[in-house]
Every structure is written in structure tokens, then in C-alpha cells.
């Protein structure tokens, strides 16, 4: 630290502290247990807790500040990396986060940010898969692979970006258009649509708006939780080796209201149906944040004390 204050002496280094607090996203990762959390220094100004902040298309009221040490504090100034907790989604690294003066502020900077990223990208094209591309390698059209990659964490959004980029081949390149944290969103689908691209997950699910959407337009969104696998795949796709893959149904989803703890049977999920329906012996996913939590077998599903064969819309379960 000494060493620090005398080189910044010498170098005349200087920053303002009395102003609205401009900062650069070093890290940034969806927690499952509290939610964005984005590694930031101050670049100037100083940054306190209740702050509203703007970070790519991501924005919030600070809820916390956590330093190198795990304390908490109420301010950070310039140089001082700290962990910043209340975002809406997670920046990507390298971005700048700037405090600003009210919620209203923050949501119209985003707002006219999300959209000027969906006219970055206006051409409209045929929708593709990793089978259209595989049957126009076959039939030796020089292709562009065009992706969307969504993962769980910056440093998987970073492996999957690079071994994928190594995969470019005499008969297709690959471009990526976009990647970032987090489940993967509206947004992602129609800057899919937008770009002719596919929709890569790597340890995250698509939001029910998300799918929808990727329905309505035909996008393509390939889900992996092994990186191996997700790489496997496009490569066996570039190299005209695709082999068939089963494709899932959505019949419905549930929002878990409530837990409840019960010796001898384990936990039960309160929960009530949001869309499609529930049915006994279903094949379930447990998805937090868009982060994928557990996936297996429905055990027993009960409305109040009855065992039922299924339950629809609307209607409250226990799972």
C-alpha cells in the first residue's frame, strides 16, 4: 500500500472523489444465492449503497458492497475493487458501470441500449440449426456459423467463446455475435432472429418468454451442461457428422412458492402451475436465476393431502 501512494505521488496520479462514481466491470457472475454480482474498481468518484447504476444493459440500485476482506461498506472510491450486489442481469466484463441520478434515468439508458443492439443486426434471414448446417456442408456450401452464447459464469462464457472460435474449418467459419451471463432472454432470441444465429446454453435455461418466442420465430437453442459435449456437437455439425438428436417437449411450468421439510420423505416444493400442466412421473428441471439446479424425476405430486395424476394451470401443488 505505501509502495502504491508513493508511485501514485510520483506519477501525479489523481482521481475525483466528490461526483457521481464511473467504474470498469472486471468480473461478473449470476450466484445462486445473490443473484448478479459484478467485480468492479472505481475509476472516479466514489459509489454508495442505495446508488442507482447502469451497466451495459443491465441496471439496479446498489444493495451492497462487499471488499477484498468480505466486509461490507457503505462507499467505495476511485481504485478500490469491491463486489456490487442489485443489478438487474450481469454485465459483461470490460464494460463501464456509471452511477446515475434516479431508477427512471437508468431504465431509459438501457431501454435505448437494447434497442440499439436489436438494429445493430437488421437483415432477416432463414432460420438455421446445427442440422441445416450440417445438410449444406454435405452438400459443399461454404457456411458461416453464427452463435449466441449464454452461460452461468464469465469464466464459462470465456471457454466456450474460445474453444468454439478454434473450430472454424476450410468449409465454415464461425462468428459470434453476442455472449454474455445469465439465462438466456427475449433479448438473446430476437437478436438470434435478427442475425440469423443460434443459441448456445451452457449451464443455463431459457425464461418462458424466451421460449416462446424461440418457438414463434424458429430459433435454434442448443442447451449443454458439459462444455465437451456443446463443443462435440458443433464440431460434429462443421465436419458433416451430425448425428440425430432427441428433441425435448415442454408440457408445462411451475413457480415453487414455498418448502417444506418432512422426516422420512425429504423436501416438498409448494408450487403453483404457470402454464401447461404437471403430471406424475414427469422428467423435472429445478432452474434458479436461469441456472440449472437439479434434474431428475418427479417423485409424488398432491393437491392439499390427495396423490393426483396431474395438475393444470393455476392450480397449487405439492411437489
Excluded at 26 to 43: D, F, H, Q, Y
Excluded at 209 to 219: C, F, I, R, T
Excluded at 239 to 261: D, N, Q, Y
Amino acid at each position: 500500500m505505501l509502495f502504491r501512494s508513493l508511485q501514485a505521488d510520483v506519477m501525479e496520479l489523481k482521481a475525483v472523489r466528490d461526483k457521481r462514481a464511473i467504474a470498469a466491470v472486471l468480473e461478473a457472475e449470476l450466484s445462486k444465492g445473490r443473484g448478479p454480482v459484478a467485480t468492479i474498481i472505481v475509476n472516479e468518484g466514489t459509489i454508495r449503497v442505495g446508488d442507482y447504476v447502469v451497466a451495459g444493459t443491465s441496471y439496479g440500485r446498489v444493495r451492497a458492497l462487499i471488499d477484498d476482506k468480505g466486509d461490507r461498506r457503505d462507499t467505495a472510491g476511485p481504485s478500490l475493487p469491491v463486489e456490487l450486489m442489485g443489478l438487474s442481469g450481469v454485465p459483461t466484463a470490460g464494460e463501464r458501470l456509471y452511477v446515475v441520478r434516479d431508477e427512471r434515468i437508468a431504465k431509459e439508458l438501457v431501454t435505448h441500449r437494447e434497442i440499439k443492439e436489436r438494429q445493430r443486426l437488421t437483415a432477416t434471414r432463414r432460420k438455421v440449426s446445427l442440422e441445416d448446417l450440417f445438410d449444406s456442408i454435405q452438400s459443399d456450401e461454404v457456411k458461416e456459423l453464427r452463435l449466441i452464447i449464454k452461460a452461468d459464469t464469465q469464466g464459462s462464457v470465456e471457454a466456450v467463446r474460445d474453444a468454439v472460435s478454434k473450430l472454424a474449418t476450410e468449409k465454415c467459419r464461425v462468428n459470434i455475435v453476442h455472449s454474455g451471463v445469465g439465462a438466456i432472454n427475449e433479448t438473446d432470441v430476437t437478436l438470434a432472429v435478427a442475425s440469423d444465429a443460434i443459441v448456445l446454453g451452457f449451464n443455463v435455461r431459457p425464461d418462458v418468454n424466451a421460449s416462446n418466442l424461440s418457438d414463434k420465430e424458429g430459433v435454434s437453442i442448443e442447451l449443454h451442461t458439459i462444455i465437451y459435449d456443446a463443443v462435440d456437437r458443433i464440431k460434429k455439425a462443421m465436419e458433416g457428422l451430425l448425428e440425430p438428436v432427441v428433441k425435448e417437449r415442454v408440457i408445462g411450468h411451475a413457480e415453487v412458492r414455498a418448502t417444506f421439510s418432512i422426516s422420512k420423505i425429504g423436501t416438498i416444493a409448494g408450487c403453483i402451475v404457470t402454464g401447461g400442466k404437471v403430471s406424475r412421473g414427469n422428467s423435472v428441471r429445478l432452474v434458479r436465476d436461469g441456472v440449472l439446479i437439479y434434474e431428475g424425476k418427479l417423485g409424488s405430486l398432491k393437491r392439499f393431502k390427495d396423490d393426483v395424476r396431474e395438475v393444470q394451470t393455476g392450480f397449487e401443488c405439492g411437489i
